[in-house]
């Protein structure tokens, strides 16, 4: 099985699903394209939640410097990214792979995230509330299905909004898979008891 973490925007919370994902799969994790903070990046973040034995952590494609949308962090870095270049990593094991932004973030000035997801690969679109969160979500979730693309379901991140999310739910008719709370912090201990929590679900998939 392999999945793809997507998030409506930056910064709701995709990389923390991607290691609950990836612990409850005992999966392979792999961030095709990372921008800026190579010291400490998503898959560096992943690796600390992740307390399972059996995980492999794949490297970037491309590892660009610049924290910045990746078609300029590339240019700035002088690089092109090319999706001929991105090798997806050969694995026996499930394989959780994490986006960059959201689905329509460009990585050259043709090609967007969207374009990394394959026809084998089944989408998990990560949504957290805000104002605006419902026209994002909807949107990202009509670009997929555009494309035909394989959307497992939906994450909820962060608070409950039970309004925001029956109207996402009902409008997309796209599964549920779970809700991650804003905690004070997430560790490889917290990261396990989420797991527990979606691995039956996530298991289902197959």
Same mark, same amino acid.
């Given at each position: 099985?392999? #999945?793809?973490?997507?998030?409506? *925007? ?5 990389? @923390? ?14 961030? /095709? ?6 010291? !400490?990046?998503?898959?560096? =973040? @992943?690796?600390?939640?992740?307390? $399972?034995?059996?995980?492999? %952590?794949?490297?970037?494609? +491309?590892?660009?410097?610049? /924290? ?26 499930? #394989? ?6 959201? @689905? ?15 026809? !084998?690969?089944? &989408?998990? @679109?990560?949504?957290?509330?805000? #104002? *605006? ?22 994450? +909820? ?11 996402? #739910?009902? =409008?997309?008719?796209?599964? %549920?898979?779970?809700?991650? $709370?804003?905690?004070?912090?997430? !560790?490889?201990?917290? &990261? ?15």
């Amino acid at each position: 099985m392999k #999945l793809f973490i997507t998030g409506i *925007g930056t910064d709701v919370g995709k990389t @923390v699903a991607a290691a609950i994902v990836t612990e409850a799969l005992e999966a392979d994790y792999w961030k /095709p394209i990372q921008a800026g903070d190579l010291e !400490d990046s998503d898959t560096h =973040k @992943v690796q600390r939640r992740v307390s $399972n034995t059996k995980t492999q %952590f794949h490297p970037n494609a +491309f590892a660009l410097h610049t /924290p910045a949308s990746p078609h300029y962090a590339a240019q700035i870095d002088g690089v092109s990214i090319e999706l001929a270049q991105i090798h997806e990593p050969q694995t026996d094991n499930h #394989l959780v792979i994490e986006g960059a932004g959201g @689905v329509f973030v460009p990585i050259n000035t043709s090609d967007c995230v969207i374009d990394l997801i394959r026809a !084998d690969y089944q &989408v998990i @679109v990560v949504s957290r509330h805000y #104002l *605006g969160s419902i026209n994002h979500t909807l949107l990202t979730v009509e670009a997929l299905q555009a494309r035909h693309l394989n959307i497992a379901g939906i994450i +909820f991140s962060g608070d409950e909004n039970p309004s925001t999310e029956s109207i996402i #739910l009902h =409008k997309t008719a796209v599964p %549920f898979l779970g809700r991650i $709370n804003n905690e004070p912090y997430f !560790d490889a201990n917290v &990261v396990r008891d989420y797991a527990e929590q979606f691995r039956d679900t996530l298991l289902q998939l197959e």
